[in-house]
């Protein structure tokens, strides 16, 4: 018999088989801590059996056939009438099935929703983050349509319906739907002011035809849209539903799907409006402080999404290093190596913490605090900015960790990286939010003093948080130059705001480490570069995916 050539040894085995949530020790610490006791139970037991979901072979096969098999455009059909229909996968289909059923468009009708929808959030994307944009816009079409009660009661049952109805049907005959959003147009992205689409007043009071285009309109397969367009009163917001009443198809003409670096899974598209029948939500000339709500959603998702993608890439590192060996030993037991580790989970966990401050704070908000409301007001830029920015570098050194083999696509790593930069930039990428911030600190005082004083509650804890509360306000006292220097104040607030949650709620080891290089200073340009003499190990460990 013939001898095999070698025998495969030092491979680590492929993270499978766990429990997603149980396994994400702060995570599952931020719902105990925000969670009221009486809902723990039943939302741990709830999370659980998603974690194990997503942690299967089968959740992790569909995330791969899904990215593998990208959606397809039919804009006719055999005889050259319009479709404007969207083919996806089957998987892609399994996986937004999951999402809707486990809530993560239903949480402004649960209690708790916010806080349970976001570790839904957390635990899902990290299956495959693509399928989590109409989940997105889905839950974030619900305060905006809120500005019109009769559109609200017609509409939210339908959003917040925990069953997925797939394929272009009249709203009212589905059992639940899925919305999108289209504001971007080629001449002006984010300055949405310059949107030239227009909107026509008809006869039926409240309805309107818009003509015009949409550069970017993503999840175009979904079954209603708010969009932005240019009526007699100035830029509105509009519902625009893909069929209509009757059974017809509105005019929604999908011109091409984009070709992006990530995001393969999820169609994003170009789209057409001529004489396309939509219903106005809110008032004329307010389209923006209409949807800006919406978009406060969809930006705490960006935050989400890439505390999930972080927690994922570390959980992999720590995974592989567990079982590498080189060098006489195994990779985690590496003093350089354990070092890199700590930093990324680091980067991680303060994610993940101030991920989930948000939530809680929008479940808060909705209780009638207004100290929580003007919280988000500065917290949410202030968190889309930073995270968002800290995702692509912290993902591309857990990808090292695997050293050749992260770089091959079958490990998963590369899918992770090119997902990475995507949350940065929609909903507004880096330097609008910073202006968001300056926007807020200048006309809404009450945002500041809500933050500071969210920020105060670990006043005393660390010198080093002291410190930087001190520098903070120092830096916000000063206006000269204040829009260039934008970026580096942001930076400031977000790194004192999740100082101050960790000081408050992470073991003393993480706590320390945070504090020694994020707002001690004595931090490298590069992850692995935190101060020797910190307990490493425990940061490292706590990070660790499996037992």
């Known amino acids: 018999m013939a001898a095999s050539t070698h025998e495969v040894t030092n491979q680590a085995p492929p993270l499978v088989g766990y429990d997603v949530f149980a396994s994400d020790r702060v995570l599952v610490e931020a719902v105990d801590r925000h969670l009221a006791?009486?809902?723990?139970?039943?939302?741990?037991?709830?999370?659980?059996?998603?974690?194990?979901?997503?942690?299967?072979?089968?959740?992790?096969?569909?995330?791969?056939?899904?990215?593998?098999?990208?959606?397809?455009?039919?804009?006719?059909?055999?005889?050259?009438?319009?479709?404007?229909?969207?083919?996806?996968?089957?998987?892609?289909?399994?996986?937004?099935?999951?999402?809707?059923?486990?809530?993560?468009?239903?949480?402004?009708?649960?209690?708790?929703g916010h806080v349970r929808r976001a570790a839904s959030f957390v635990i899902w994307t990290q299956v495959e983050a693509g399928h989590g944009c109409p989940l997105s816009m889905t839950h974030a079409a619900v305060p905006a349509l809120r500005t019109d009660p009769a559109l609200a009661a017609e509409w939210?049952?339908?959003?917040?319906?925990?069953?997925?109805?797939?394929?272009?049907?009249?709203?009212?005959?589905?059992?639940?739907?899925?919305?999108?959003?289209?504001?971007?147009?080629?001449?002006?992205?984010?300055?949405?002011?310059?949107?030239?689409?227009?909107?026509?007043?008809?006869?039926?009071?409240?309805?309107?035809?818009?003509?015009?285009?949409?550069?970017?309109?993503?999840?175009?397969?979904?079954?209603?849209?708010?969009v932005l367009a240019q009526a007699p009163g100035g830029l509105t917001c509009f519902?625009?539903?893909?069929?209509?009443?009757?059974?017809?198809?509105?005019?929604?003409?999908?011109?091409?799907?984009?070709?992006?670096?990530?995001?393969?899974?999820?169609?994003?598209?170009?789209?057409?409006?001529?004489?396309?029948?939509?219903r106005r939500v809110g008032d004329e000339g307010r389209g923006v402080p209409t949807i800006i709500e919406m978009v406060a959603a969809t930006r705490v998702d960006c935050v989400l999404g890439s505390a999930s993608l972080m927690r994922q890439a570390v959980a992999q590192a720590v995974h592989h290093c567990t079982y590498r060996e080189a060098f006489g030993g195994k990779l985690i037991d590496k003093p350089l190596m354990r070092n890199v580790l700590a930093?990324?989970?680091?980067?991680?966990?303060?994610?993940?913490?101030?991920?989930?401050?948000?939530?809680?704070?929008?479940?808060?908000?909705?209780?009638?605090?207004?100290?929580?409301?003007?919280?988000?007001?500065?917290?949410?830029?202030?968190?889309?900015?930073?995270v968002t920015k800290r995702c692509t570098p912290m993902?591309?050194?857990?990808?090292?960790?695997?050293?050749?083999?992260?770089?091959?696509?079958?490990?998963?790593?590369?899918?992770?990286l090119r997902e990475s930069p995507l949350n940065s930039i929609w909903e507004g990428a880096g330097n609008v939010q910073a202006l968001d911030v300056l926007r807020a600190l200048q006309r809404e005082p009450q945002a500041l003093n809500a933050l500071l004083t969210e920020v105060g509650g670990a006043r005393g804890a660390d010198h080093r948080l002291d410190g930087a509360i001190k520098n903070l306000?120092?830096?916000?006292?000063?206006?000269?130059?204040?829009?260039?220097?934008?970026?580096?104040?942001?930076?400031?607030?977000?790194?004192?705001?999740?100082?101050?949650?960790?000081?408050?709620?992470?073991?003393?080891?993480?706590?320390?480490?945070?504090?020694?290089?994020?707002?001690?200073?004595?931090?490298?340009?590069?992850?692995?570069?935190?101060p020797h003499s910190l307990d490493l190990a425990s940061v490292v460990e706590r990070a660790r995916p499996v037992s």
């Open 37 to 112: 006791p009486g809902l723990l139970d039943e939302v741990r037991e709830e999370l659980s059996l998603f974690g194990r979901t997503a942690g299967s072979e089968q959740a992790q096969e569909w995330g791969v056939l899904a990215n593998e098999n990208p959606p397809k455009l039919h804009t006719h059909d055999r005889y050259g009438n319009r479709l404007d229909e969207v083919e996806f996968h089957p998987a892609w289909h399994r996986l937004l099935g999951k999402g809707v059923s486990a809530g993560m468009t239903a949480a402004w009708a649960r209690p708790g």
């Open 239 to 278: 519902l625009v539903p893909r069929v209509l009443e009757d059974g017809t198809r509105n005019v929604f003409r999908i011109q091409r799907l984009k070709d992006k670096l990530g995001n393969r899974s999820n169609a994003s598209s170009e789209v057409e409006f001529d004489g396309t029948w939509a």
């Open 395 to 416: 993902v591309a050194e857990a990808l090292e960790c695997l050293g050749g083999n992260g770089y091959v696509e079958e490990s998963g790593m590369p899918r992770l």
């Open 156 to 226: 939210e049952p339908r959003l917040t319906s925990m069953i997925y109805d797939q394929g272009l049907r009249p709203a009212a005959q589905k059992a639940g739907v899925l919305f999108g959003m289209g504001m971007t147009e080629k001449q002006g992205g984010s300055d949405v002011r310059t949107n030239t689409t227009s909107a026509r007043e008809l006869a039926e009071d409240g309805t309107y035809e818009l003509t015009g285009h949409k550069w970017f309109c993503s999840a175009p397969m979904s079954d209603g849209f708010l």
């Open 473 to 530: 306000l120092t830096e916000l006292a000063d206006l000269d130059g204040i829009e260039a220097r934008a970026r580096r104040l942001v930076e400031r607030l977000a790194l004192v705001l999740q100082g101050s949650l960790l000081v408050r709620y992470a073991p003393p080891q993480v706590a320390d480490a945070f504090c020694a290089s994020r707002l001690g200073g004595d931090w490298g340009a590069a992850f692995g570069t935190l």
């Open 343 to 386: 930093d990324l989970a680091l980067e991680s966990e303060a994610a993940t913490t101030l991920a989930l401050r948000l939530a809680a704070a929008y479940d808060n908000a909705a209780d009638g605090s207004a100290e929580e409301r003007a919280f988000l007001r500065l917290a949410v830029p202030t968190a889309k900015y930073w």
